[in-house]
């Protein structure tokens, strides 16, 4: 039986990430003035974020029997995930991302097979305190139910995140998801619409901040400040600083404020796991309390 803080289950792919001074249009070229590879994914990247904070953590997904499935598993071994990865002849998922490197602003594209993990492959010999899942792999998720508490990784509205958001504990939306949920993008009504959902919930703005619901309490927390190179992958750090947090025992605000803090740190580098922060730097900002209060959304 192998023990882990967190179980992570979801999609995992390769990241090309070109960074640009301007986006281009149609019919546009242009010259990107940075380039990384790496591993990606947001229930992965999420992994090892956990790894590098220090965290015991296991991650289940899918890779194609190619050379990008072989880069994937072995990006796990240099984080130090223990990654349950099933190979098949559909080929590991692929994505581009366009960064503006002026301030981190992105356009993702991405190529995804459309084959998924079954029931029977959910590992029987992991035993976690908490459960994340990014909905991706539904039928894998749905046997690991009742194992342990589920925070959902809620990107966006599909049919897995539909499947799963009523059996979260913890409800962890973007603002895309929030809106197409709870069809308004009041946000007030948007967090109430997910708190009726599930006991805890949150949603989160970039540099805005966020805005939580538990225990028919709200509140909003503002962004840390920090000099952003590039978003990608800071919601997938979020969402697996979180998951820790609330593995080592902390509350659901402390919580929120240790993620949140990753995430920001995870900006500061380009691509998606540039800068996975390490939890001395986490701490650090913590500590200095450095928040963008002026941008911060309210309710």
Request: a neutral charge.
């Amino acid at each position: 039986m192998h023990e882990a803080q967190v179980l992570a289950v979801g999609h995992v792919c390769v990241d090309l990430a070109f960074g640009v001074t301007a986006l281009p249009g149609p019919d546009e070229k242009t010259r990107a003035e940075r380039f990384a590879f790496g591993g990606g994914g947001p229930a992965a990247t999420a992994a090892c974020a956990i790894a590098r904070l220090g965290g015991r953590v296991c991650f289940l997904g899918r890779v194609g029997r190619d050379p990008f499935g072989d880069f994937a598993a072995e990006d796990f071994a240099r984080f130090g995930v223990c990654a349950h990865l099933v190979r098949t002849d559909a080929p590991t998922p692929i994505s581009a991302a366009f960064v503006r490197i002026t301030d981190g602003a992105r356009t993702l594209v991405n190529h995804r097979p459309s084959v998924r993990l079954a029931a029977a492959d959910a590992p029987r010999a992991v035993r976690a305190r908490v459960l994340l899942a990014d909905g991706h792999e539904p039928e894998a998720t749905l046997p690991l139910l009742g194992t342990a508490p589920l925070v959902l990784d809620a990107g966006s509205l599909h049919e897995g995140t539909r499947l799963l958001a009523p059996k979260a504990q913890v409800l962890a939306a973007s603002e895309r998801f929030a809106r197409e949920f709870a069809g308004t993008d009041k946000p007030k009504d948007m967090l109430k619409a997910l708190a009726d959902t599930a006991p805890r919930a949150c949603i989160t703005f970039g540099a805005r901040g966020l805005i939580w619901a538990e225990e028919g309490r709200m509140g909003a927390m503002p962004a840390w400040r920090v000099d952003a190179v590039d978003t990608t992958g800071a919601g997938d750090v979020f969402h697996g600083a979180l998951a820790l947090a609330l593995a080592r025992g902390e509350g659901f605000v402390p919580a929120l404020r240790y993620a949140s803090a990753a995430a920001a740190l995870a900006c500061t580098g380009f691509g998606a796991r540039a800068a996975l922060p390490q939890e001395a730097d986490v701490q650090a900002l913590l500590a200095s309390g450095s928040v963008r209060e002026e941008d911060a959304i309210c309710l």
